[in-house]
């Protein structure tokens, strides 16, 4: 199998050879805006035409526009993409150079040094220097942000990023956010900075430049999973997997029986990414929702190597619910656990009070009572719970840490038995999806 170095420096050598139309970005806004706004009712047959018209076009489009042309170098990992300047990381062959700069109201000097893109995202790289007597400090360090990346078939969000300063008056500060991914058609990009004026508004500093599309870098893997887990409340579903040189993204979304945090479980559970038995270092994760899909995307380091023999996905656990059928006693409360299924509760005290009875219950810190049908048995007598805790750290002292709260009741009855129709907890899981690695590149 050949090396990504030697791939890589073939494409580069390809792409050397390929003319790119200069006025094609122009021509298709032209054709994008002249499209006919009447309506027109279109047969199967001529919608069939227009897609074998379109894919034509895109295959045609791989062989005349550098858009479809990608080069780079070695696997980037986290450390070198967040830690190094441009300049370090141009001197190793990546990325394209910009060096656009706008001053802003204050003084200061936003500088766009350059960018690096590939299917996964594109990270953009800048520094901000001070006007001469004035202090970048780590309070300042809140008053800019990046806001977006928009051009054509582009409007990419921020996805966060992170800097240093690296003048010892804090008068010169070097950074990165990253983005989602930018179309290959883009021929100019409008990246925008936000700064947080004194008074409380918000300034712009919309800053254009050319972007080169034929120096963004290609995926390692790209494939479809299309495979889902079931859990408690529903599904899982793993949609997507693209290996890039700076990251491995895996797309997916939920569909659950029992809505909660607008849609999304309360937790997102872990999922972890092996290639070839080794697990790949996770680097975060987000939720969305897009066309009514309540979406998920789960960020991993580059892949270790590009000789892929397996990967697998392995949910190891996800939020679960237990019911409770039986009644619980409340005869004889201790610092001994309870077990309800596969999950543990605590009933620590029960304590008379002047209204009634508190009863304090400790469990895990993800594990949370159904609150809604929660009650004691008291004298032949059901009594819903009055008011409930806020919680607190119980330490167990051999390294584990409980939380506890405080559930009240107004009866004058000695409470026997806690009624409770169930709990959410962290379930176990453990479910492996092998993804066919067919498409290695």
Known sequence: MTTIEERL????????????????????????????????????????????????????????????????????NQMELNSLSFAEMEEQGYGQTINKSKTLLDGSIITINGVIADDNGLSLYYTIDRKTGTIYDEKGSYRYFLDKIQGFLTNSKARGGGGSFISKDKTHYEGVYKFDPVSPFSRTLTVTFI????????????????????????????????????????KVYYDSITASPTSTIVKGHYEMDKMDNDGFPRFQGETKLYVNGSEVKPRGSRGYAENEKLGFELEFDVLPTDKIEKIELVLENFPGYQRVEEPISLASPSDKSITIGNEKIWIRSVTKTDTGYDIVIARKQFTF???????????????????????????????????????????????????????????????????PVGSKK
């Open 9 to 76: 420096q073939a494409h580069k050598q390809n792409l050397n050879s390929v003319q790119a139309p200069s006025e094609l970005e122009s021509r298709l806004r032209i054709a994008l805006e002249h499209v006919p706004t009447k309506k027109r009712k279109l047969n199967k047959t001529m919608i069939w035409l227009a897609s074998s018209a379109a894919a034509l076009l895109l295959i045609v489009g791989t062989y005349q526009y550098p858009a479809f042309a990608y080069y780079g170098g070695r696997l980037l």
């Open 195 to 234: 700064e947080w004026l004194d008074n409380g508004k918000r300034a712009t500093y919309p800053i254009e430049f050319k972007y080169e599309p034929n120096k963004a870098m290609k995926s390692i893997i790209k494939e479809d999973i299309s495979k889902f887990v079931s859990v408690d409340q529903g």
């Open 369 to 435: 009572l159904n609150k809604e049908h929660l009650s004691v048995q008291a004298g032949g007598t059901v009594v819903p719970v009055s008011s409930i805790s806020s919680a607190q750290p119980w330490d167990l002292k051999n390294g584990n840490i409980l939380w506890e709260q405080t559930y009240s009741f107004y009866t004058m009855e000695k409470p026997e038995s806690l009624l409770l129709d169930g709990f959410d907890y962290i379930k176990t899981l453990n479910h492996k999806i092998s993804i």
